[in-house]
Nanobody, 126 residues
Framework: QVQLVESGGGLVQAGGSLRLSCAASGRAFTNYAMGWFRQAPGKEREFVAA????????HYSDSVKGRFTISRDNAKNTVFLQMSSLKSEDTAVYYC???????????????????WGKGTLVTVSS
């Protein structure tokens, strides 16, 4: 079992930055690729970014590429999402996820995540 707890959400103006954290506890953190997803009001949850077990490989959705950066600190069992140049359409609840499959598969609709956090709300005001 893996417990994931997100933090760092809040209210930010458009063009600003925010850093989300996800602290993991339980089973070996490095057994999992880690990722971030988000769900805007009235919309389905969507993939944002993923990072491999060792932190070498990453991939992003087209909507955040160049603005968001995912990273992880395996010594602290934590994954981060640095968000810059935020837009109103980035407003959503952001969820951390752990996945035992291939990192590149985390964005595929058919991939079921092994564990989810409860989410943290990011609101971008225009």
């Amino acid at each position: 079992q893996v417990q994931l707890v997100e933090s760092g959400g809040g209210l930010v103006q458009a063009g600003g930055s925010l850093r989300l954290s996800c602290a993991a506890s339980g089973r070996a953190f490095t057994n999992y690729a880690m990722g971030w997803f988000r769900q805007a009001p009235g919309k389905e949850r969507e993939f944002v970014a993923a990072i491999s077990r060792g932190g070498v490989s990453t991939h992003y959705s087209d909507s955040v590429k160049g603005r968001f950066t995912i990273s992880r600190d395996n010594a602290k069992n934590t994954v981060f999402l640095q968000m810059s140049s935020l837009k109103s359409e980035d407003t959503a609840v952001y969820y951390c996820a752990a996945y035992s499959g291939a990192t590149q598969a985390m964005g595929a609709p058919s991939s079921g995540m092994d564990y989810w956090g409860k989410g943290t709300l990011v609101t971008v005001s225009s």
